[in-house]
């Protein structure tokens, strides 16, 4: 049975840091990272894959780093720079078999963990 327990949400400033956690069990290989603010469209905010290679959305690129400890089967979104437009519930996702950006594409899903980001 897969199990994604996300963790490492807050409130923050915008300009403020957070990173978020994702461990999983059950499961091994690439993962990715999902948001979904008031109202919106869950969206793609980046992936690994098992061969190490990553993907981020336009929108946090250059802010966001994700990562991966195989060890600890625990995936982390390393998040700078933040702004109000981050806000959002934060999933991540296992098992993909489709393309990255696509919420459709990946098996298992998280509970979330809530990002604030205050101007």
């Known amino acids: 049975q897969v199990q994604l327990v996300e963790s490492g949400g807050g409130s923050v400033q915008a300009g403020g840091s957070l990173r978020l956690s994702c461990a999983a069990s059950g499961y091994t290989g690439g993962m990715a990272w999902f948001r979904q603010g008031p109202g919106k469209e869950r969206e793609a905010v980046a992936a690994i894959y098992s061969t190490g290679s990553t993907f981020y959305a336009d929108s946090v690129k250059g802010r966001v780093t994700i990562s991966q400890d195989n060890a600890k089967n625990t995936v982390y979104l390393q998040m700078n720079s933040l702004k109000p437009e981050d806000t959002a519930m934060y999933y991540c996702?296992?098992?993909?078999?489709?393309?990255?950006?696509?919420?459709?594409?990946?098996?298992?899903w998280g509970q979330g963990t809530q990002v604030t980001v205050s101007s």
């Open positions: 996702a296992a098992s993909r078999y489709g393309a990255w950006y696509r919420p459709e594409s990946f098996r298992f």
